[in-house]
């Protein structure tokens, strides 16, 4: 079974937390097996964890290269896992996958959070007297469940996560199979490679621990239809985004306003296409160049990753069983972000009304979160609102504000424009590329406008580089041709020239290195 993340991100501690990895030199099934009840239950509903068999870690720092185990070691410990898992209580069975690292094969294991929690393993797997025991994390550690923390373990028997259910009303034909590559090769899956049509998609389904209920009858999951469905508004109503600018101000003038198209798609889909929304009709950059300094400082009228963090949020956080849209309202001096379901109970109304740090001990949406997290588009643990604040204060903007109910039926969230930089939204320019029917046609227009005025041409695989990069802009060249190859067959050294070229005529310029650099955009506003 082929491990879903990359096995580089896991002993790195890239986009899973460190206390949700675990390193064991050698294979020792108690201890082993106790970290697997630990993360199966998942007390924390941070979605489970990872356990790599064959690493030894000082101080919690994996050493390369990594111990490693022989296939022979690898073949007999997973046919031992088979009457291993037979002793928990009720029954659950962890997702193995043999990794080659540093020339060398390990045995990760995948342990997501179990659906019939709460899971019990003999203390000693080994003993002959086997005394079922509970057992939970404590940051890094795995520990034995006594007294309250018991009680709360027992208490998660009905609470499943929404995206974590199994629906019986999403079939296979639901599914894009195009969607859930793309999803691949985005997060260096070595599922990428896999075949996806007919039954093989139950497989990776399968892989991906989005499938639930008798081996005669598998339900597909919530999160399934929510990361590769092109409409998840089928199962989820009003699953969509609706965008609304007020080119006076909602109160100076209520009845000028625009609507612009609602944006439809997958989750991933509709995050992308609201963000280069966002950023290409109302983010606005200005350069000061002092007389007596060479550097010229710049600043936004709202920074893109605090608008990032607000929008992801949104989605993460979202009630999908509530027949109510994203709904973004932008004035010019505000950009409002409101979604329904808003923060859990354990979040004081003090710390939603100071809007540092919301900190809570249950997530709506677990698994969305954990995708979110793969494909870069969220830390999780807490850290969106802080991020909002440190990117506002950084650019010279004041601080967001949030509002909700008593009854957390809402969340809304006011992003501030820089004081200095408030202005009357050019509605005609907005209006003149938002016109379309497809959402994220309106990046089409800009690539059209910068070839005319700069008397350029372009190739069509040149230009359907130029649209992929305005959906992400941290491609590599290699996922650019992965991507374009898809609608034809097209060589490395191909999209190599290719890109050359759009650097030569002015479309791009590369930032930063080659593992963590980004593309500039030269034909957008903001670039």
Excluded at 255 to 278: C, K, W
Aim: net charge negative; hydrophobic share 35%; charged share 30%.
């Amino acid at each position: 079974m082929a491990l879903l993340t990359d096995i580089n991100d896991l002993l790195n501690k890239r986009k899973v937390e460190s206390d949700r990895i675990e390193f064991k030199k050698g294979w020792n099934p108690t201890t082993v097996y106790r970290s697997i009840c630990a993360f199966a239950n998942d007390i924390e509903d941070n979605g489970g964890g990872y356990i790599l068999v064959g690493v030894e870690a000082i101080d919690g720092v994996p050493v390369r290269p990594v111990t490693g185990l022989s296939l022979t070691e690898i073949d007999n410990i997973q046919r031992k896992m088979i009457d291993y898992n037979n002793m928990f209580e009720p029954y659950y069975m962890p997702r193995p996958s043999v990794e080659e690292v540093d020339g060398k094969h390990i045995l990760a294991i995948w342990v997501p959070s179990g659906v019939n929690r709460p899971y019990a393993i003999p203390s000693d797997v080994n003993a002959k007297l086997k005394k079922p025991t509970y057992y939970v994390r404590n940051g890094s550690s795995t520990v034995e469940a006594k007294g309250e923390v018991l009680d709360e373990l027992r208490g998660l028997a009905s609470h499943v996560p929404f995206d974590d259910r199994p629906n019986p009303d999403i079939k296979l034909d639901d599914l894009s199979s195009s969607l859930m590559r793309d999803f691949f090769v985005s997060i260096g899956s070595k599922l990428k490679d896999q075949d996806l049509s007919g039954n093989n998609m139950l497989d990776a389904l399968e892989q991906m621990n989005m499938l639930e209920g008798p081996a005669e009858r598998r339900y597909i999951k919530n999160i399934a239809a929510m990361m590769f469905c092109d409409h998840p508004e089928k199962f989820f109503p009003k699953t969509q985004v609706e965008i609304v600018l007020f080119p006076e101000g909602r109160e100076s003038n209520p009845n000028n306003m625009f609507e612009a198209p609602v944006i439809h798609g997958s989750v991933p889909r509709m995050i992308n296409d609201t963000l280069q929304y966002l950023r290409t009709m109302v983010i606005r950059k200005h350069i000061v160049k002092p007389k007596d300094d060479e550097h010229s400082t710049k600043s936004f009228n709202y920074p893109y990753q605090a608008i990032e963090e607000a929008v992801v949020n949104a989605f993460y956080h979202r009630d999908y069983r509530e027949y109510a849209p994203i709904e973004i309202t932008i004035e010019p001096d505000r950009i409002t972000i409101f979604n329904l379901g808003g923060p859990d109970h354990s979040i004081s109304m003090e710390a939603i009304r100071r809007a540092k740090s919301l900190r809570s001990r249950r997530y709506r949406n677990v698994r969305l979160g954990d995708c979110l997290k793969e494909l870069d588009l969220t830390e999780g643990r807490a850290t969106g609102i802080p991020t909002i604040q440190d990117e506002l204060l950084a650019n010279g903007s004041s601080l967001a504000s949030i509002e909700t109910d008593e009854e957390r039926s809402f969340f809304l969230i006011d992003l501030p424009c820089r004081s200095d930089m408030v202005k009357k939204l050019d509605i005609e320019k907005i209006v003149r590329y938002t016109d379309t029917k497809e959402s994220g046609d309106f990046t089409k227009d800009f690539i059209k406008d910068f070839t005319k005025e700069n008397n350029i041409e372009i190739s069509e695989r040149q230009y359907d580089i130029l649209l992929l990069l305005t959906k992400d802009r941290t491609l590599t060249s290699q996922k650019i041709s992965q991507k374009i190859s898809q609608k034809k067959p097209v060589s490395m050294r191909t999209i190599l020239k290719d890109l050359a070229e759009l650097q030569q005529k002015g479309f791009l310029r590369r930032e930063g290195g080659r593992k963590n650099g980004y593309w500039q955009l030269l034909f957008l506003p903001l670039d």
